[in-house]
């Protein structure tokens, strides 16, 4: 057991652990997608999208793009901690956790819209951490719902998660009159642009069509609207996403105040993307990407700030039945 503390010091701890990382994620991409060549995604019948992905023609360049997306991601996963200190020390574990995550998940490594949603809600997520209790934080918001209206455009569904983010500036005591107001010119701007395009090319449909596919609820199913791997990975999130919760909530007197605010809305995100996804297993794919962006911060705040016996046996457990979800995964979808 001295020996597995100091395996999981070594790791979380370790400058060379989000290099190794990066290598191995990487060929198991390239191993993936000789093993899977036929892996396409879901038909969907959003036109505003479905008129993006068709510019990708080459499924290949539709690999390097979503590779290159969560590439992004998992930078700004590091320069969110390296600004706020979420897990109180210049860490790159969560960015680590990250791309392990998207890897032992093949059936999502190529191009999504909530591939596009998950790089511009962490955009918008870093803007709404910056306007913490700040005097004027108009600018901030503005920005927040900016990127959260953009991402809208290519994935509808992301609009209902504005409650969450008006409720994130209260708790922040970020929101007052101006701000509301500069959040709602932020989330109407890209639809502006939208909208001048659809009149200026006769289209109008592309206006409607976000409000559309935003009003359209897909049957609820909440078993046989998943795929088998997509049951099995859930089940593994959900188990990570809990204990990392438990560790927050009773751990969290060792955070600053400004740090458990951030951690809190955190787990209120996660907790409603696993009740959207229940409720839409249509979207399951989409959330996905989401849902690996607060699993993975907390995950790495539960490893590195934990070093007893059963922190290091739940975390060799982790990353075990983490190499077992990828070849589970890969397998199923062959």
């Given at each position: 057991?001295r020996?597995r503390?100091?395996l999981?010091?070594?790791?979380t701890?370790?400058?060379?652990?989000l290099?190794v990382?990066?290598?191995?994620?990487?060929?198991?991409?390239?191993?993936t997608?000789?093993l899977?060549p036929d892996l396409q995604?879901d038909?969907?019948d959003?036109s505003l999208w479905n008129?993006?992905?068709?510019l990708?023609v080459?499924?290949?360049a539709g690999r390097?793009i979503?590779?290159?997306?969560?590439?992004v991601?998992?930078?700004?996963?590091?320069e969110?901690?390296?600004a706020?200190?979420?897990?109180?020390?210049r860490?790159?574990?969560?960015?680590?956790?990250?791309f392990?995550?998207?890897t032992?998940?093949?059936?999502i490594?190529?191009l999504?819209?909530?591939?596009?949603?998950?790089?511009?809600?962490l955009l918008?997520?870093?803007f709404?951490f910056?306007s913490?209790?700040?005097?004027?934080s108009?600018?901030y918001l503005?920005h927040s719902?900016?990127f959260i209206g953009?991402g809208?455009l290519?994935f509808p569904?992301?609009l209902?998660?504005?409650?969450?983010?008006?409720?994130g500036s209260?708790?922040?005591?970020?929101?007052n009159i101006?701000?509301?107001c500069a959040s709602?010119?932020?989330l109407?701007l890209?639809?502006?642009?939208?909208?001048?395009?659809?009149?200026?090319?006769?289209?109008?449909?592309?206006?409607y069509?976000p409000f559309?596919e935003l009003?359209?609820?897909?049957?609820?199913?909440?078993?046989?609207?998943?795929?088998?791997w997509?049951?099995v990975?859930l089940?593994?999130?959900f188990v990570?996403?809990?204990?990392?919760?438990?560790?927050?909530?009773v751990?969290?007197?060792?955070?600053k105040?400004?740090?458990r605010?951030?951690?809190?809305f955190?787990?209120?995100?996660?907790i409603s993307?696993f009740?959207?996804?229940a409720?839409q297993?249509a979207?399951?794919?989409d959330?996905?990407?989401l849902l690996f962006?607060g699993t993975s911060?907390?995950?790495?705040?539960?490893?590195?700030?934990t070093?007893?016996?059963?922190?290091n046996l739940?975390f060799?457990?982790?990353m075990?039945?983490?190499?077992l979800?990828?070849?589970?995964?890969?397998?199923?979808l062959?």
């Amino acid at each position: 057991m001295r020996n597995r503390r100091f395996l999981q010091t070594q790791i979380t701890a370790g400058r060379f652990t989000l290099p190794v990382v990066i290598f191995i994620c990487t060929l198991c991409w390239i191993g993936t997608s000789f093993l899977l060549p036929d892996l396409q995604s879901d038909t969907s019948d959003y036109s505003l999208w479905n008129t993006v992905s068709s510019l990708y023609v080459p499924d290949w360049a539709g690999r390097l793009i979503s590779f290159g997306l969560y590439a992004v991601i998992g930078y700004f996963l590091i320069e969110m901690n390296n600004a706020f200190a979420i897990i109180r020390m210049r860490a790159s574990v969560q960015t680590s956790f990250y791309f392990l995550l998207i890897t032992a998940c093949p059936g999502i490594h190529i191009l999504y819209a909530g591939d596009v949603a998950a790089a511009a809600f962490l955009l918008s997520l870093y803007f709404l951490f910056k306007s913490y209790q700040k005097t004027h934080s108009s600018g901030y918001l503005f920005h927040s719902f900016v990127f959260i209206g953009a991402g809208s455009l290519l994935f509808p569904q992301l609009l209902y998660f504005i409650p969450l983010w008006l409720i994130g500036s209260y708790n922040f005591k970020s929101l007052n009159i101006r701000s509301f107001c500069a959040s709602v010119i932020g989330l109407s701007l890209p639809y502006w642009f939208l909208l001048g395009h659809a009149i200026f090319h006769q289209q109008m449909d592309l206006f409607y069509q976000p409000f559309i596919e935003l009003a359209t609820f897909q049957p609820v199913d909440f078993w046989d609207g998943f795929s088998l791997w997509e049951k099995v990975t859930l089940a593994y999130l959900f188990v990570l996403f809990l204990v990392s919760t438990i560790h927050c909530i009773v751990s969290g007197y060792e955070d600053k105040i400004q740090t458990r605010a951030y951690l809190h809305f955190l787990i209120l995100l996660d907790i409603s993307i696993f009740l959207f996804i229940a409720l839409q297993p249509a979207h399951c794919m989409d959330l996905m990407s989401l849902l690996f962006i607060g699993t993975s911060i907390l995950a790495a705040h539960l490893f590195v700030l934990t070093n007893n016996k059963i922190s290091n046996l739940f975390f060799i457990c982790s990353m075990v039945f983490l190499i077992l979800l990828f070849g589970f995964n890969t397998w199923i979808l062959l």
